[in-house]
């Protein structure tokens, strides 16, 4: 008895499929525009972009420069924030007997933008908004803090992140409850 070797069927689709792939890669090698042909009329890639004029460069700005400054400035203002907390806001609170807590007062929040100079002196103060959430606090003892807030963004010198530059910030505390 004879015995044949038989492929599978898949197996010779795929034998026929990696010849013909080795056939169109050799053709494709065989005429690429790195060589030339004997009559001179194929040009290297280098030969025709030198022909050609540079393109034009895209103007990359420096973005890690200013998102590190911008990091510079968060950590900054928390540090600020902190400050602002412990020197302005709980004394006035405490003035009032107003507890920071989740049941009487959990919302005291301003925003503002700052214009700096160069020597990190606040040249301009713009409130843009307020979320204040405190029972006890009247609209009279509202408004007396926005003039201590006010009081003590002008005596601040900002650190040097800040020099020059116009920084949206926010003042106070928001609770999870």
Same mark, same amino acid.
């Given at each position: ?11 010779? !689709? ?24 004997? @009559?001179?009329? $194929? ?7 030198? =022909? ?19 990091? !510079?400035?968060?950590? &900054?203002?928390?540090? #600020? &924030?902190? @400050? ?5 806001? &709980?004394?006035?609170?405490? /003035? ?6 989740? $049941?009487?007062? @959990?919302?005291?929040?301003? /925003? ?5 100079? *160069?020597?990190?002196?606040?040249? !301009? =103060? ?5 979320? #204040? ?35 949206? *910030? &926010?003042? *106070? ?5």
């Amino acid at each position: 008895m004879k015995s044949k070797h038989i492929l599978p069927k898949y197996k010779e !689709t795929a034998r026929a499929f990696c010849i013909s792939f080795f056939y169109i890669l050799t053709l494709c090698q065989c005429k690429s525009p790195a060589q030339k042909g004997s @009559d001179g009329a $194929t040009e290297t890639i280098p030969g025709v972009t030198a =022909i050609k004029a540079p393109l034009p460069t895209a103007k990359i700005q420096d973005s890690i420069s200013i998102n590190a400054n911008q990091a !510079t400035q968060a950590i &900054n203002w928390s540090t #600020i &924030n902190t @400050d602002f907390m412990t020197n302005c806001l &709980n004394p006035f609170l405490a /003035s009032k007997r107003i507890k920071s807590d989740c $049941t009487h007062c @959990d919302k005291i929040m301003f /925003s503002f933008s700052f214009v700096v100079d *160069g020597k990190g002196k606040i040249q !301009t =103060i713009l409130k843009e908004g307020e979320n #204040i959430s405190c029972f006890r606090m009247s609209e009279t003892d509202k408004k007396k803090l926005e003039k201590e807030i006010l009081i003590y963004i002008k005596k601040l010198v900002l650190p040097a992140s800040f020099y020059k530059t116009i920084y949206k *910030g &926010n003042l *106070g505390f928001i609770r999870k409850c």
